[in-house]
């Protein structure tokens, strides 16, 4: 039975290795998950919609241009555009402006807006770089896990062949009558631990694989694997050179969070300069051109003979007949287009002041709120550095004992290793039974797997001391 958990495992292991034909490095996994994480790629749309929204403020100051144009079919009695009197008659009208206006003078409202919008555009920016370091930093750990569970699976290989060999030799002495069938039976029984200890820890390591595939946003199916670089040859910063204050002050300097929490405070106090500004009256100039045209055919007239108004005036002795002129028409005639918009041409110009009075308190309502919204990322900031310190002290001392622990560790496994062989020699002179000798045996592989963990904890407790920094994941 032992035997074909034996084969199972390394089956799978076998099976395990061919498929995870591409391996990739931390750098390529950081890579691409950046390039492929939809929270980052959602980030970049906001900020995208940030600068939009920056660019439309910076040309709300240049003054609007607008021409308009209309045309329509009256019929019954109107008022002709043209002349302005009301006419019973059918005709098409057509009308053309060109109008502009610029606010001269509104309290800088204008102004601080679009700083503030500016300052929220590169906050979103920043945002995005904090969604890369947060996902670098996530791949990362990621990453560690996959290697510790590597080393596991290592020491459960080694462990196996070490048991499977110690119970071969056992099994010979046992067939001559050297050792009692016991301590076969008991190897055996240790054997098959060994086999399925071995199968539990290549399959953690693929459940981390998967982990990983779905933070790259990789198909679950793809054959995958990652390098596996020397633990001892990571570089690490020392310790002293991590202390608390100086991790802080670099921490406030270069860590997105820290400037986005910043730009997001300055956006807010321009918020507030803006709102301001609209509490005050403003002043606007503006002007346009105009013009129109109607396709009415206009009466054409011809002087004809004076005709005798019925009045007379007196002229010292002689009395004089009031005449009037007559008109004959002689026909219709429609006025060119060119020439009625011509005509019709007409200029304005001016200025204009508006003065808030009373518009249901939404003018003031939305100062006072700028003003909370700016309290708010006050406060935000003040509590964002104060845990953002928190962590720093907490992240040294982590790093502080995770040392320690792991010089320790390393010691208990040479403490074990000789403990095993001293019992290995014992066992070999019938001065030990078997079942202390596997309880020496996996006492020694217990340390080497908590030597284990400690030394990928120091490492992650460290490169997050190094991460506080604001200088990324370096491995």
């Not at 498929?19 to 931390?26: I, R, Y």
């Not at 900020?47 to 100051?61: C, G, T, Y």
């Not at 596991?152 to 462990?159: D, E, G, H, R, S």
């Not at 217990?446 to 990324?472: C, H, N, P, W």
Request: hydrophobic share 40%; charged share 20%.
């Amino acid at each position: 039975m032992f035997k074909k958990a034996i084969y199972l495992g390394l089956g799978l292991v076998i099976h395990f290795a061919a498929t995870a034909q591409v391996k990739w490095d931390l750098r390529k996994c950081v890579e691409h998950a950046i390039s492929n994480n939809i929270s980052i790629k959602q980030t970049d749309l906001q900020a995208r919609l940030s600068e939009l929204n920056f660019q439309q403020s910076q040309k709300s100051i240049i003054p609007s241009l607008n021409i308009q144009g209309s045309s329509g079919y009256r019929f019954g009695r109107s008022e002709n555009p043209t002349t302005g009197v009301l006419e019973d008659n059918n005709f098409l009208s057509s009308g053309f402006s060109l109008q502009t206006g610029t606010t001269l003078f509104g309290w800088f409202s204008k102004k601080n807006q679009i700083e503030a919008n500016k300052l929220s555009h590169e906050a979103d920016v920043a945002q995005i770089k904090k969604m890369q370091e947060d996902i670098a930093l996530n791949v990362a750990v990621a990453y560690l896990q996959i290697l510790l569970s590597k080393e596991q699976l290592n020491l459960a290989k080694i462990q196996l062949q070490a048991t499977n060999e110690l119970y071969l030799n056992t099994r010979k002495r046992v067939d001559v009558g050297m050792l009692p069938e016991l301590n076969a039976a008991e190897l055996e029984a240790q054997l098959s631990r060994d086999s399925a200890n071995l199968i539990v820890a290549e399959t953690g390591v693929q459940q981390l694989l998967l982990q990983l595939k779905a933070i790259l946003n990789l198909d679950a199916g793809l054959a995958f694997d990652v390098e596996t670089p020397i633990v001892e040859i990571i570089p690490v910063e020392k310790l002293g050179d991590l202390q608390p204050e100086t991790v802080f002050a670099l921490a406030l300097a270069n860590l997105p969070q820290q400037k986005i929490i910043e730009l997001k405070l300055k956006s807010a106090q321009k918020q507030v300069a803006a709102a301001k500004g609209q509490l005050y009256p403003s002043l606007q100039a503006f002007g346009g051109l105009s013009s129109n045209y109607v396709n009415i055919k206009m009466p054409q007239f011809q002087l004809g003979s004076p005709k005798s108004t019925g009045a007379y005036v007196n002229v010292g002795p002689i009395t004089y007949d009031v005449m009037a002129p007559s008109y004959i028409k002689v026909g219709e005639k429609t006025i060119s287009l060119g020439k009625q918009l011509k005509n019709n041409f007409g200029q304005n110009i001016g200025v204009s002041m508006s003065i808030p009075i009373f518009n249901g308190n939404a003018l003031r309502t939305n100062y006072e709120r700028s003003k909370l919204a700016m309290k708010q990322w006050e406060l935000n900031k003040e509590q964002d550095n104060q845990k953002l310190k928190q962590d720093i002290y907490k992240a040294y001392l982590d790093a502080t004992a995770s040392i320690q622990k792991f010089n320790a560790d390393s010691r208990s496994v040479l403490t074990a290793k000789k403990s095993f062989e001293f019992a290995q020699k014992r066992y070999d002179q019938n001065l030990l039974s078997a079942f202390d000798l596997i309880n020496s045996q996996n006492n020694y592989l217990r340390t080497k797997v908590q030597a284990l963990y400690s030394q990928f904890d120091y490492i992650f407790k460290m490169k997050l001391l190094e991460f506080y920094k604001g200088q990324g994941i370096k491995f």
